[in-house]
């Protein structure tokens, strides 16, 4: 028997959102499918997906019509093949809601961002021994730049590294790759902050790096990852020679000597150290070591249940935020 809202599943499936994350992520804990079978019911879940998902409501009215994102923000760089990935397009549509949902929400006012990371640097680590991610994060939710971690997209999305939005009249910073690392979501972060700082985003403007990015040839994305390296070791040189080969041992040593003369985090270290040897397979065994406890997404939802304030939202804004972000809010 079809019903209004096996239609819609089936619709949403087609664009790669699948029922079990619109029934777990978006969908009031309330919702009973049923109460679609009533036109009112239906019109009311229609407006919420809307809103939500950022999907053109006229499209979802119509049953014919194939689903459209409302209309979005200017993406500023683009694919290898010089056009939007259909898949990227659907991670673009739901993260701008999500980052339009926190900015709304968050409690500082926006400030200007300097334009050099040096000087933001040195304003980290006036109460901190290095530039890390708890420190980062601390330092744009202070200046009213609100930083998630849409870590809970539909399977069917592809999801790149990170984005950045300029929206409501300020910037937000969307994370969505799945690593625990803190040192991963600590050099996307400063990239992220460097398109802000760059001044890349003019009023309405959307970044967003992935893999598929020509990054060699774009000159802001090259601007960005200098802006990045600037802020997290203080220049742009390399730290390592590109021949350099360590015993783990040895790299553990090499990153604490490095990290307590240059106040550089030890994450990062790592991480620069395999990108510039090219030598990745140490990489997982020594963050382990170095940083044994440090859960990177779990210190970006901390900083944002600490940036906002979920009372400024409605109930069903504030659950699809929390959600999307993988933090439970059944209880």
């Known amino acids: 028997m079809t019903t209004p809202m096996k239609t819609l599943y089936d619709r949403l499936n087609e664009v790669g959102i699948n029922k079990s994350w619109v029934k777990s992520t978006v969908l009031p804990i309330w919702w009973d499918d049923s109460i679609a079978d009533n036109p009112t019911g239906y019109t009311e879940i229609l407006m919420l997906l809307a809103e939500q998902l950022n999907i053109s409501l006229p499209t979802l009215l119509d049953p014919t019509a194939p689903l459209q994102c409302k209309p979005l923000a200017p993406l500023r760089n683009k694919t290898r093949k010089g056009v939007e990935d259909d898949k990227l397009l659907w991670a673009r549509c739901i993260c701008t809601s999500a980052a339009k949902i926190a900015i709304t929400a968050t409690l500082a006012s926006p400030k200007v ?117 600037k802020l997290l070791s203080g220049g742009i ?7 350099t080969s360590f015993t783990i041992d040895q790299l553990v040593d090499a990153v604490a000597s490095i990290s307590n003369r240059r106040g550089i985090d030890p994450g990062y270290l790592v991480n620069h150290y395999a990108w510039v040897t090219g030598n990745w397979k140490q990489k997982s065994n020594v963050l382990k070591h170095i940083q044994p406890n440090e859960d990177g997404i779990e210190l970006i939802n901390t900083a944002m249940l600490a940036g906002i304030n979920a009372e400024q939202l409605s109930s069903d804004n504030a659950d699809f935020l929390m959600r999307i972000c993988g933090i439970n809010v059944e209880n």
């Open 237 to 243: 040189e390399p730290l390592f020679n590109k021949d």
């Open 113 to 229: 961002m300097p334009s050099s990371a040096i000087q933001i640097r040195e304003t980290v680590m006036q109460n901190r021994p290095c530039v890390d991610l708890e420190g980062l994060l601390e330092y744009c939710w202070d200046r009213g730049i609100p930083v998630i971690h849409a870590s809970h997209l539909p399977i069917g999305v592809k999801k790149p590294d990170g984005m950045v939005i300029n929206a409501c009249g300020r910037n937000a910073v969307i994370l969505t790759k799945k690593d625990h690392t803190a040192a991963f979501q600590l050099f996307v972060l400063a990239h992220e902050l460097g398109h802000i700082a760059c001044d890349h985003l003019e009023e309405g403007d959307f970044r967003m790096d992935s893999d598929d990015w020509q990054s060699k040839k774009d000159d802001e994305e090259c601007q960005a990852n200098n802006f990045a390296m």
